[in-house]
């Protein structure tokens, strides 16, 4: 019967100092590579929660703006047939009147009848007060038709290319639309320089304008209670240089808080209390402006002396400077 002996290995079991350091070496690198992938794949993931929430508001501004102009449009027509049938009202009354004030002047006082009813009337009251009622009417009509004008061109679609936009006439659209926010109690001053013409989506500025105006009168509103001076936003607009342009929206109010400013621009970041705001506002706002138009959109605050957001915006795109 043959026997078999197991050989002793030709080399020891034991790795030397030498391999361990070299295997502690090899986790670390695997490591620190499963720890940035980790932090890029949570990178990732966050980006794509940010633009899927942006995409949904995106698409909720759209749908918005699709019923504003549908409800300005059904708003549009009776209110045409009002103004375009006031002249003629107008007319005619003045018709009336000068037949009323040729009957007066000849029988209206050698009849008693009709006398009787020129005093139950107030006859002479009506003839005052009518062209004053049709007056108030002709401006209630100018207004509705201003308003619908605005409300559709603000909420309309963009279009696929940028186009020359007056800045300044998106700044009152906006304006006008917030009108019953600030109307009597917050002042709005305009310091408008000469501003050309910005190649833009204009509709997306007039959301970026809508956004920082509504959080200024937020702020006053606020505080307008105990605040020791009357409230007030400033909007300045100026050209830069040959190439840029700026609009400042300032406020009186409280300021805003340095810990505040840092993270003013993050998605879903938001003082405001549960349930008022996405925290997506000044985000998409910052988007619109960095991203979309290639500019910049920073805020200047000192607490307890206001706050000022200033947007600053390349005239034409193809002239853009980036590291202005």
């Known amino acids: 019967m ?12 034991q790795p030397s100092d030498q391999d361990v350091a070299h295997l502690q070496t090899i986790i670390h690198y695997q490591q620190q590579a499963l720890l940035e992938k980790d932090e890029k794949i949570e990178a990732m993931a966050a980006e794509l929660q940010r633009i899927h929430l942006q995409m949904l508001q995106m698409e909720k501004m759209s749908i918005l703006g699709q019923t ?64 004053q009622i049709v007056s108030s009417l002709k401006l209630g009509t100018d207004r509705v038709q201003d308003l619908v004008s605005t409300l559709r061109g603000f909420c309309r679609l963009d279009e696929p290319v940028m186009k020359l936009a007056d800045l300044h006439m998106g700044l009152e659209n906006t304006l006008l639309l917030l009108q019953h926010r600030h109307k009597q109690i917050i ?36 505080n307008v209670a105990t605040s020791q001076q009357p409230p007030e936003i400033i909007i300045v607009t100026e050209q830069i240089d040959a190439q840029w ?12 808080p340095l810990d505040v400013q840092q993270r003013l621009f993050e998605p879903f970041f938001t003082t405001k209390p549960m349930g008022v705001g996405t925290g997506l506002g000044l985000s998409i706002s910052h988007q619109i402006v960095t991203e979309v138009h290639h500019g910049r959109l920073y ?3 000192t607490p307890g002396d ?8 390349p005239i034409q795109q193809q002239f853009c400077d980036f590291q202005h």
Not at 197 to 211: D, G, P, R
Not at 306 to 313: H, R
Request: net charge negative; proline share 5%.
């Open 2 to 13: 043959t026997m078999f002996s197991i050989e002793p290995p030709l080399y020891s079991t």
């Open 68 to 131: 504003l102009a549908g409800i300005s449009h059904e708003i549009n027509n009776p209110i045409n047939f009002i103004a375009g049938n006031l002249p003629y009202i107008e007319q005619y009354i003045q018709d009336l009147f000068s037949v009323i004030n040729t009957y007066q002047k000849y029988h209206s006082g050698s009849v008693p009848e009709i006398q009787a009813i020129q005093d139950e009337t107030d006859l002479e009251f009506i003839l005052t007060d009518l062209p």
């Open 187 to 222: 002042k709005i001053t305009k310091q408008y320089g000469q501003i050309p013409a910005v190649e833009c989506h204009i509709n997306q500025l007039n959301q970026v304008f809508m956004n920082l105006l509504s959080n200024a009168i937020d702020a006053l509103m606020s």
């Open 245 to 256: 342009i700026s609009v400042n929206i300032t406020d009186n109010g409280m300021g805003i």
């Open 299 to 301: 805020c200047c605050s």
């Open 306 to 313: 206001g706050t000022t957001f200033k947007v600053e915006l």
